[in-house]
């Protein structure tokens, strides 16, 4: 069972890298705005859902950036 597996604190488990995840958040949101400005529709409701998930990536990845700045976040 477990006695061939190494004994690993949680904190040594982190998904991913954090700088990808900034870059491909902030690439999406500019892919969000570029379809809301290029787009062959006709009504403004799939603007207003375009802009506002790219606004809500941005604000996840400023957010984020300002707690690991100040030290709330590991």
């Given at each position: 069972?477990a006695?061939?597996?190494p004994?690993?604190?949680?904190d040594q488990?982190?998904?991913g ?5 900034r870059i ?8 969000l ?7 062959n ?10 802009f ?5 990536l941005?604000?996840i ?5 300002v707690?690991?700045?100040n030290g709330l976040?590991?």
């Amino acid at each position: 069972m477990a006695g061939s597996e190494p004994v690993t604190a949680p904190d040594q488990h982190r998904p991913g890298h954090r700088k990808s995840g900034r870059i491909g958040a902030v690439l999406s949101a500019a892919v969000l705005v570029v379809m809301a400005l290029c787009g062959n529709h006709e009504g403004n409701v799939e603007n207003i859902w375009l802009f506002g998930l790219a606004a809500l990536l941005l604000a996840i990845v400023i957010g984020d950036a300002v707690l690991r700045r100040n030290g709330l976040r590991s």
